[in-house]
């Protein structure tokens, strides 16, 4: 009975060395990650986050400390170090170890003792990711950087530059409803530059032929910023695009109260009245865009145009009347010339302003031509040719 006694308390006494060994290794493993953590760069940096890498494989593949929570959050967070250390290989390898240990430490982990350890293996993993996605973006392999920023934001959900670079890479990889639903995020929270994700948005929303989308969009984006130009005349465009011509001009005459001396809103609204016809109302909104910039190029050309334009329907019917209705003819020719007359110096105004538009120089043409001004005509077209040539 005593031998037996002897040798039960001799195995009892083994285990618990064995026992008192590995919860050593995982002691040793959280001393050297904490002078790790103070020093984090050089030598003696790389040399205790080895040695608590050796000590924490040794614990983990132990039965009596493998699963204890300080075990994963030491595993996850010495793994996730190593994997942001451009030196090693296989970091790869080294992220999915950390990502794993990670997630067993989190449930494990009921009572939040490891916090600071899982804390520094979030901003480790995070950082490998964010480190792999721009390495990815700069080489041009935009759909790898879109899963890298993406694995990136789920541990920042709520970070801009993450919600950012995941859009980012997203609309590069022409994957355009990830891109969306990203700037959509995006422009809930206050990054500063959400006057051109709204754009960006905008022109996601025509690449997918959805116009419907890109108007309500920047609709909702100059709710957000009634007095910002850009956005204005952005939601102008499109609703020009659509034909939403009622829109348009309620759209524009809101942006005019905001900003009466804005050139481009009264350009906009020449746009709108040009584009049915109702040429007098054009004229009237060039005009008050040309009396806040006289060089202005488009409003000049586009002046120049709407006054001609009945001009030159006179002109081509006035040609088709027999020799008969003569009267009529030279009539009607009188009245093109006086409108072509009144054209010129907006059209000319314009190909000063602007020398090489053959826009302007061609409707110049037709006004020479219009008025049967044979050598200027010509004149004209030399200078279209030598453009053309360029």
């Known amino acids: 009975m005593k031998t037996k006694y002897v040798i039960a308390s001799v195995f009892t006494l083994a285990v618990s060395t064995a026992a008192m060994a590995q919860k050593s290794e995982l002691a040793n493993a959280k001393s050297e990650y904490d002078k790790y953590a103070i020093i984090r760069t050089g030598k003696m940096a790389t040399t205790s986050l080895n040695t608590a890498k050796e000590s924490i494989d040794k614990a983990a593949a132990n039965d009596k400390t493998a699963s204890l929570p300080q075990t994963y959050a030491l ?3 010495i ?3 190593l994997a942001n250390d451009t030196t090693q290989q296989s970091r790869t390898n080294l992220a999915s170890t950390a990502q794993e240990a990670y997630k067993k430490a989190q449930d494990a982990d009921t009572k939040g003792e490891n ?10 993993l995070a950082n490998y990711q964010l480190q792999s996605g721009v390495k990815q973006y700069q080489s041009g392999k935009y759909d790898l950087a879109y ?3 993406d694995n990136y934001r789920q541990y920042f959900p709520e970070d801009t ?7 980012l890479a997203a609309a590069n990889s022409k994957n355009n409803d990830a891109a969306i639903s990203n ?8 990054y500063s530059k959400n006057l051109s994700i709204y754009s960006d948005m905008a022109s996601l929303y025509l690449m997918k032929k959805d116009t419907a989308s890109a108007i309500k969009i920047m609709d909702e984006a100059t709710k957000k910023y009634p007095k910002n130009q850009e956005l204005a005349k952005r939601e102008i465009e499109l609703n020009l695009q659509a034909g939403n011509k009622k829109e348009v001009v309620q759209k524009i005459e809101s942006a005019i109260a905001n900003d009466p001396k804005n050139k481009t809103l009264y350009y906009y609204a020449g746009l709108t009245y040009s584009s049915s016809k109702d040429y007098a ?7 008050k865009a040309l009396d806040i910039d006289p060089n202005y190029f488009e409003a000049n050309l586009n002046l120049g145009f709407v006054i001609m334009s009945p001009a030159i329907d006179m002109f081509n019917a006035a ?11 030279t009539a009607a020719i009188a009245k093109s010339n006086a409108l072509f007359t009144k054209a010129e110096p907006y059209i000319l105004k314009a190909t000063e302003v602007n020398p090489t538009s053959l826009e302007a120089l061609s409707n110049l043409k037709t006004v020479y031509i219009g008025r049967k001004e044979d050598a200027k005509a010509a004149a004209v077209q030399k200078k279209i040719d030598a453009l053309s040539k360029k």
Not at 183 to 189: A, D, E
Not at 320 to 329: F, G, N
């Open 75 to 77: 595993k996850a967070a």
């Open 79 to 81: 793994y996730g170090s």
């Open 115 to 124: 916090k600071k350890l899982l804390d520094d293996t979030k901003l480790s």
């Open 147 to 149: 899963t890298s920023f």
């Open 161 to 167: 530059n993450a919600i950012l670079y995941t859009g």
């Open 183 to 190: 700037y959509k995020k995006l422009v809930t929270t206050k």
């Open 281 to 287: 109302k054009a004229a009237e909104c060039y005009q």
């Open 319 to 329: 040609n088709k009347l027999p020799a008969s209705r003569q009267k009529e003819y």
